[in-house]
């Protein structure tokens, strides 16, 4: 079975541009959420997804983020525009449920903005 | 708001040492998980804990959830070179009941 599957595993932007993070959760699973991991920060919950619908973005870090779920299989994180300090390894993860139970992660895009 | 911190942040220990890792919250949380986090890795999920008090053993780890559930620890046997990770407690709590996960413990086993 395919686990969550990311794209674009690494990507290199310069500062100012638009960055499209991807994802695919696992079929069948109806919560998504949206992580970023930097040294300084750990592991912080950006936003997540129930059924398609963004339950709660107080995670998100200012208006130049923003999240999509269109459909049930595939969501986006984009950064218009980036800074430097948006480099980070992005990661979503999705379960089968809202209730809290195990998140299952995807391998992450590496985020590096010059 | 929440806050989950863990410590040590760091531990080196020789082969065959045991190892432990210490959560706490800052509020109740009605359940904890861990995962582990292998070098240029994702976070794997590990076990879950719901009850007070509740111990749980996988091999060589056990997992412990405090009586007043703002607590955990995990305890590793003997490790071995494969538990080399970052260790994250991640709690569940508060009015949304999402996840916040743990600062993590990096472990460093040397053979």
């Known amino acids: 079975d395919a686990g969550v599957i990311q794209s674009p595993r690494h990507e290199v932007t310069e500062m100012g541009q638009e960055v499209t993070l991807r994802c695919k959760p696992i079929s069948g699973h109806n919560s998504l959420f949206w992580y970023r991991q930097t040294m300084m920060r750990g592991l912080e919950l950006l936003i997540y997804?129930?059924?398609?619908?963004?339950?709660?973005d107080s995670g998100m870090p200012e208006d130049r983020f923003s999240a999509k779920m269109p459909n049930a299989s595939f969501s986006t994180l984009k950064i218009q525009p980036s800074e430097p300090r948006d480099s980070a390894v992005y990661f979503c993860?999705?379960?089968?449920?809202?209730?809290?139970?195990?998140?299952?992660f995807g391998p992450g895009t590496r985020l590096t903005v010059l | 708001g929440q806050q989950v911190m863990q410590i040590p942040q760091y531990q080196h220990v020789q082969e065959g040492e045991d190892f432990t890792t210490y959560c706490n919250s800052s509020t109740t949380l009605s359940n904890i998980q861990w995962y582990k986090q292998r070098p240029g890795g994702h976070p794997v999920f590990l076990i879950q804990?719901?009850?007070?008090?509740e111990v749980k053993k996988q091999k060589r780890l056990t997992f412990q959830f405090g009586e007043a559930k703002k607590n955990s620890s995990l305890h590793i046997t003997a490790t071995q070179t494969t538990d080399v990770g970052t260790y994250f407690c991640a709690g569940a709590g508060g009015a949304t009941n999402k996840l916040i996960f743990g600062t993590g413990t990096l472990l460093a086993v040397q053979p």
């Open positions: 804990l719901v009850k007070s008090g």
């Open positions: 993860a999705s379960s089968p449920g809202l209730a809290v139970i195990e998140q299952f």
């Open positions: 997804f129930n059924n398609n619908v963004p339950i709660d």
